[in-house]
Each structure stands twice: as structure tokens, then as C-alpha cells.
């Protein structure tokens, strides 16, 4: 049925995304290997994509719990600061690019809102004719 149709779906996704992590990995380990003379066996590559794609696991699964614990359905830049409270360092550059999104959303928040005032004001002198105090009394 359409049950075991979606679960094969999710397995493919699955092998997709380890298949996407294993070849990052398996990229970052190459330049850092030129960069600092040393190999990767292709076993530590596979343990090092193994070990990152279970954390990432771990921290999807740690990110829905925050959400529902706090009632909501969607996971947020709190929660994923809270799931990174223990480095200091990844913490700092959270927040910091956190901070960088909301500030630039605001920013298209406002330019929208220009626009929009902007567009509103032009459609009412073109497109509409004003009702005078006359016309008005006329409808009364």
C-alpha cells in the first residue's frame, strides 16, 4: 500500500542524504589531508560520514523535542541555540548569524512595506475616483 510506498520513499531519502554526507566528508578529508600532508584511509572517511550523519540525527531529533516542548510545530533559531549551548564558540557564531538574518529580514520587511504603501497610494489615484461629500449624500 501507500504506507510501505512511503516508507521505501523515506529509505531512499535516507541513502541519499548518507550518500551526500559521505561524499562531503570524503571531499573536506581530501583538502585537508593536501593541506596538511597527511591520508585518510577510505574506513576512517566511512567511520567519520558515519559518526556525522548519527549526530546530525541526534540533533534533528533533540531540535523536534525543544519545538514540541515549547507547544510548536516549527523548529527555531532558540532552538537551535539551545542545541548548541555547550559550545561557546558555535553558540557566539549562531547567535551572531542569527542576529545577521533577522536584521536583513527586517530590512525586505521594510522595503515591502514601501512598496506595498507606495503601490497602494498610486492605485487609488489612477484606478479610483474619490467619492465627493455629494455623491455621498446621493447614496444616503
Given at each position: ?57 541526534n540533533f534533528a531529533r533533540d531540535l523536534e523535542m525543544f519545538a514540541r ?39 525586505q520587511k521594510e522595503k515591502k512595506k514601501k512598496k506595498s504603501s ?23
Amino acid at each position: 500500500g501507500s504506507e510501505a510506498a512511503g516508507g521505501e520513499q523515506r529509505e531512499l531519502l535516507i541513502q541519499r542524504l548518507r550518500a551526500a554526507v559521505h561524499y562531503t566528508t570524503g571531499a573536506l578529508a581530501q583538502d585537508v589531508a593536501e593541506d596538511k600532508g597527511v591520508l585518510f584511509s577510505k574506513q576512517t572517511v566511512a567511520a567519520i560520514s558515519e559518526i556525522t550523519f548519527r549526530q546530525a540525527e541526534n540533533f534533528a531529533r533533540d531540535l523536534e523535542m525543544f519545538a514540541r516542548h515549547a507547544k510548536r510545530s516549527t523548529i527555531t533559531s532558540e532552538d537551535v541555540k539551545l542545541l548548541a549551548r555547550r559550545s561557546n564558540s558555535l553558540l557566539k557564531y549562531i547567535t551572531q548569524k542569527s542576529d545577521e538574518l533577522a536584521s536583513s529580514n527586517m530590512e525586505q520587511k521594510e522595503k515591502k512595506k514601501k512598496k506595498s504603501s507606495a503601490a497602494k497610494g498610486r492605485k487609488t489615484e489612477e484606478n479610483e475616483t474619490p467619492v465627493t461629500e455629494s455623491e455621498d449624500s446621493n447614496m444616503a
